[in-house]
C-alpha cells in the first residue's frame, strides 16, 4: 500500500523526505511548500497557503476517497492549537503530564525559584 501511495504522490510532484518515509513535500514557490504526512491511513495536509491545500484535496479526491476531519486537533501523538491566522502551537502537554504523573513529579513547586544563600 505505500507504495501505491508513494507513486500516486511522485505522480502529482510532491518528493519523498529522505529523512522519514512518511512525509512529502512540494514547492509550489519560493514562499509556498506543502508537506502531507501520513500516519497509517491519515493524512496531514500543511502549508501556509490554504489554496495550495485545497488543491492539493482536489487532486488526491481523484484518487482516493478523504473524508475531511477540519482543522487537526492530535497527530502522532502531537497536540496542535491555532495561535492565530498564520501561526500554530505543536506541543506534546498530555505526555508531559502523564511522564511527570508517572514519576510523581511535584509540579506544584515547577515553577518556584531556587536560591543559593550565603
Avoid at 510532484?13 to 500516519?39: A, G, M, R
Avoid at 500543511?46 to 478523504?66: H, P, Y
Amino acid at each position: 500500500m505505500i507504495r501505491t501511495i508513494t507513486k500516486i504522490f511522485i505522480s502529482i510532484k510532491f518528493e519523498n523526505s529522505p529523512q522519514d518515509p512518511c512525509v512529502f513535500v512540494t514547492k509550489i514557490n519560493k514562499k509556498v511548500n506543502i508537506l502531507l504526512l501520513i500516519n497509517v491511513d491519515d493524512i496531514l495536509i500543511a502549508s501556509s497557503s490554504e489554496k495550495a491545500v485545497n488543491d492539493t484535496v482536489d487532486e488526491l479526491e481523484m484518487r482516493f476517497s478523504l473524508k475531511h476531519l477540519g482543522f487537526p486537533i492530535k497527530f502522532i501523538g502531537i497536540e496542535i492549537e491555532r495561535i492565530t491566522q498564520n501561526s500554530i502551537l505543536l506541543h506534546n502537554e498530555e505526555r508531559v503530564n502523564s511522564l511527570l504523573n508517572e514519576y510523581k513529579y511535584d509540579t506544584e513547586n515547577l515553577n518556584q525559584n531556587h536560591q543559593c544563600k550565603n
